[in-house]
């Protein structure tokens, strides 16, 4: 019988929620699984909860701000005190591939200014290592080639996104490109290269950001927390 994933985000999401208290300060995360968490805070909102949000894309903002959550410029704080996003795979320990929907950017600022980061997912989305899904990398346009062959040297195969034959763009203005380089054995090293070749504003890989995972299992909820995890001040 196949799973119902979608159950599956829908209960990590309301189980997610119930760590939010009067007062805090939410990130809020985008994507699919995103936008049940975000659902879930405008019910509460609107049954009397108090708090204030700063959203992880331009969709995101919208959506919140339809369901009247308080929106607040991220400028305006020095912490944020959880943060709810989803990702396209992670691991036991808390490696996470995400961007899949283009806001990796945005999503790896926010998790780096919050006390707790919450991932929710669905039960396919759990991976022995990362790497069956490509690794999302932001880039300036007018660095997009050069780019590209630093990937190749790096045993990476990359393509531009696009969207309608146009190469997708960002909130920001950047393009993206999804680069292939098999499962990774070790995604720090990785990372660390991604982040010297100049003209990558931002990767997908998530390495010691999320303080646990929620991830619906058909009618039941599994949770994996970071070994050494403890909550920023």
């Known amino acids: 019988m196949a799973k119902d994933l979608e159950k ?14 009067d007062h805090m300060i939410i990130g809020l995360g985008t994507g699919s699984s995103a936008v049940y968490v975000i659902k879930e805070i405008g019910e509460l909102v609107k049954n009397g909860l108090k708090i204030k949000a700063i959203p992880t894309s331009n969709a995101t903002q919208e959506l919140a701000a339809s369901l009247n959550i308080p929106l607040i410029d991220i400028n305006s704080v020095n912490t944020i005190d959880i943060t709810i996003d989803g990702a396209d795979e992670f691991t036991s320990d808390l490696i996470l591939i995400k961007g899949g ?6 999503e790896k600022i926010v998790a780096s200014l919050t006390k707790e980061e919450i991932i929710i997912a669905d039960s396919s989305k759990k991976v022995e290592a990362i790497g069956k899904f490509k690794v ?26 696009t969207n309608a034959d146009q ?12 680069a292939d380089f098999g499962l990774i054995s070790n995604p720090a090293a990785l990372a660390e290269k991604l982040n010297g070749i100049e003209g990558i504003v931002g ?5 010691d950001l999320a303080s646990k995972v929620i991830m619906g299992n058909n009618d039941s909820i599994l949770i994996f927390e970071r070994k050494g995890a403890s909550h920023k001040s």
Do not use: C, M, W
Request: hydrophobic fraction near 45%; aromatic fraction near 8%.
């Open 167 to 178: 190469p997708f763009i960002t909130d920001q203005g950047n393009y993206i490109i999804d």
């Open 8 to 21: 599956e985000k829908k209960l990590a999401a309301k189980e997610a929620v119930k760590s939010i208290r």
């Open 101 to 106: 929907g283009g806001a990796l950017l945005k």
């Open 136 to 161: 999302p990398i932001e880039v300036i346009p007018f660095a997009s080639n050069y780019v590209l062959r630093q990937i190749e040297l790096l045993k990476g195969i990359g393509q531009i996104r």
């Open 203 to 207: 990767h997908g890989i998530f390495i």
